[in-house]
């Protein structure tokens, strides 16, 4: 049986009952149906997962495929659509290098084009839905095509409507719709515009922006390198949560803090597990808090899944214990409970 530790970016995760790569569209759905109503788990880059040490009992299927096409026009811009398997970042860096704008804050993200509709990944001022025009997927309930606008995937923060009906769709491709230009949109970040030496609204070149939030990404540890266990994460393991205005009030005024325009407030999650008692380079086990950020929980060189599911815990008992919020995990869990 296949070690699924080898697939994913904790480098975690036992064996798979029934391990199975596809790189088209046919064999992604042949896959599918093969598994019929048996567990089946898609794995893409495996970088927003953790699963369990006992393995998956049932049919992983490891997407590969990728394929671009893409429409140009000299006012609009150009829409594209790429394969489920593509890699996210390479595919960002391609937009850039073809001249197109509006992708370069969600640059380093780790994982695949398919992943990115489900958790609607976001960073840096700007979320994936913003350019998402329509995602194609297969539904496994009805065993056809199922193809849906902007407004049908029900995106929110880190959510969509893929997250919330889990094993019932896989993404084949997705298609954007972004601009030509060598200039970003307005930044909204604050730690990106300092970074960038501009000021809030201002724009800067595509090229620097997707620099600048590289080297941002890379001092918090969000880059993943094989050679520096302190980057063996799934990326940030908690969501920044968003709660009532008056609970925000409750929190001290050094937490961070961004109103929403449905009147609640979004708060960092970092900061929470900071003040509440958790310090980078905290272990149990072999799984350790980065020492650059305390949102990534990584593998320092052995850790299990039990490892990092026990550290991942304590850091949500302390919040909870500390402030009455409870933080819910962005990674994906697959036999593992917090």
């Known amino acids: 049986m296949t070690d699924l530790r080898d697939y994913t970016s904790l480098r975690v995760g036992g064996p798979a009952t029934k391990f199975v790569e596809v790189h088209t569209e046919t064999e992604i759905i042949k896959a599918l149906d093969d598994a019929g109503d048996s567990p089946v788990l898609i794995l893409g880059g495996g970088t927003n997962v953790l699963i369990s040490d006992a393995g998956f009992a049932g049919t992983v299927i490891h997407i590969v495929n990728s394929a671009l096409v893409s429409e140009v026009d000299a006012c609009s811009g150009a829409t594209l659509t790429i394969g489920a398997g593509e890699n996210w970042d390479d ?25 990115a509709p489900i958790q609607n990944i976001g960073a ?47 993404v084949l491709e997705v298609q954007f719709q972004i601009r030509i230009g060598q200039e970003s949109d307005p930044i909204t970040y604050l730690e990106l515009a300092r970074k960038l030496g501009v000021e809030l609204g201002d724009r800067a070149p595509v090229v620097e922006t997707r620099e600048a939030v590289l080297q941002l990404r890379a001092s918090k540890g969000m880059l993943l390198s094989p050679d520096d266990p302190d980057s ?53 086990g072999g799984a350790r ?11 320092a060189g052995d850790a299990t899944a039990s490892d990092i599911a026990e550290l991942a815990k304590r850091a949500r008992d302390q919040v909870k214990e500390k402030f009455g919020i409870t933080l819910e995990a962005e990674v994906n869990l697959v036999g593992v409970e917090i």
């Open 91 to 115: 595919f960002v860096a391609l937009t850039i290098e073809r001249g197109f704008a509006g992708l370069e804050t969600l640059s380093g993200i780790p994982g695949t084009v398919g992943a």
């Open 124 to 170: 840096y001022g700007h979320e994936v839905s913003e350019f998402i025009t329509r995602v194609r997927t297969y539904d496994r309930q009805k065993k056809e095509l199922k193809t849906f606008t902007n407004s049908e995937c029900e995106f929110s923060y880190r959510n969509s409507h893929f997250k919330a009906h889990p094993g019932r769709y896989v």
């Open 232 to 284: 063996w994460s799934a990326g940030s393991f908690f969501t920044n949560p968003i709660i009532s205005q008056q609970a925000a009030d409750a929190l001290p005024d050094a937490a961070p803090k961004w109103p929403l325009i449905d009147g609640r407030v979004k708060i960092s999650a970092a900061w929470l597990i900071e003040n509440a008692g958790m310090h980078k380079g905290d272990e149990i």
């Open 289 to 299: 808090v980065s020492t650059k950020h305390v949102l990534a929980l990584t593998n």
